[in-house]
């Protein structure tokens, strides 16, 4: 596989297939720097944001249909 063709969120489901060759091989470094320099708590609190509700006068995104066909 060429690191130009790859579907990284597909194809490496179970771990990097392209080893030094990963495209996103230098983000790695950065994301251990994060995580190993920011509290357990800090962490919580930004994964909590993502999943709070939007802020009042913000409108809802419109939700998908369960079956985009009819059966």
């Known amino acids: 596989m060429e690191p130009t063709t790859i579907n990284c969120q597909e194809a490496c489901v179970n771990g990097c297939v ?8 230098p983000y ?9 320099n920011t509290s357990i708590d800090r962490l919580l609190e930004i ?3 993502r999943f ?3 802020p009042p006068g913000k409108p809802l995104a419109p939700r998908p249909k369960a079956f985009p066909f009819k059966l």
Request: glycine share 4%.
């Open 18 to 25: 392209l080893g030094e060759r990963c495209p996103n091989r």
């Open 28 to 36: 790695l470094e950065q994301t251990r720097q994060f995580v190993a």
């Open 47 to 49: 994964a909590a944001s």
């Open 52 to 54: 709070a509700p939007p």
